[in-house]
């Protein structure tokens, strides 16, 4: 006996199965430039330059401190963690980690504040060089108005430089740190 679930199923089955079939045998091809696909691409682009990151780092800051960077491709390449320590706040280790999401770029810092922000890619350079992170959400947050990282932008120079800088916001203020600049170690 067939329960009025699967009666009420199998029609519905059949005419997906039949509208794919039709789309497929249509003779046309798919859209050359499917919608977001030139977001996709750069999103990708500016991925690649923070995949070809990998490896160590000295962090030098405009306000003077220093630090050091690791950065590692994970997840058969979907993802690149970055352990940094800065001066700032002594032996304790920070994780940001940026990964492609449906053609968009996420970054997720775990920071000393105890809160983890996520921010989104919002504006890049089409060569890929360049990247603005903008607040999505976060996690361990009453509000947005408690003190977290909000935004954050990288400029890839060459293999061996790059630059960074982050702004803190809380209660609505947004204030932007000084740049740091990291060389790669040998």
């Known amino acids: 006996m067939i329960s009025l679930r699967t009666a009420l199923t199998i029609p519905c089955v059949t005419l997906l199965a039949l509208a794919a079939f039709a789309s497929a045998s ?7 430039n499917p919608p977001g696909a030139a977001r996709s691409d750069a999103a990708a682009r500016v991925f690649d330059s923070f995949r070809a990151l990998e490896g160590e780092w000295l962090a030098e800051s405009t306000a003077g401190w220093a630090g050091e960077a690791t950065f590692e491709t994970v ?11 800065v001066a700032p706040h002594g032996e304790q280790i920070m994780l940001t980690v940026v990964h492609p999401d449906r053609g968009r770029l996420l970054l997720t810092h775990y ?39 909000d935004a ?17 916001s809380q209660e609505g203020r947004e204030k932007w740190f000084e740049e740091i600049h990291y060389r790669r170690r040998r």
Request: net charge negative; charged share 25%.
């Open 26 to 32: 249509s003779g046309e091809p798919p859209p050359a």
């Open 152 to 168: 954050a932008e990288y400029r890839f120079v060459d293999q061996d430089h790059f630059t960074s800088r982050w702004s803190w």
């Open 75 to 85: 997840g058969s390449g979907s993802a690149v963690v970055v352990r940094s320590r």
């Open 111 to 149: 920071c000393v504040a105890g809160n983890q922000p996520r921010l989104v890619a919002e504006e890049w350079s089409e060569d890929g060089r360049s990247v603005s992170f903008r607040f999505l959400d976060g996690t361990n947050m009453l509000s947005r108005d408690e003190g977290h990282m």
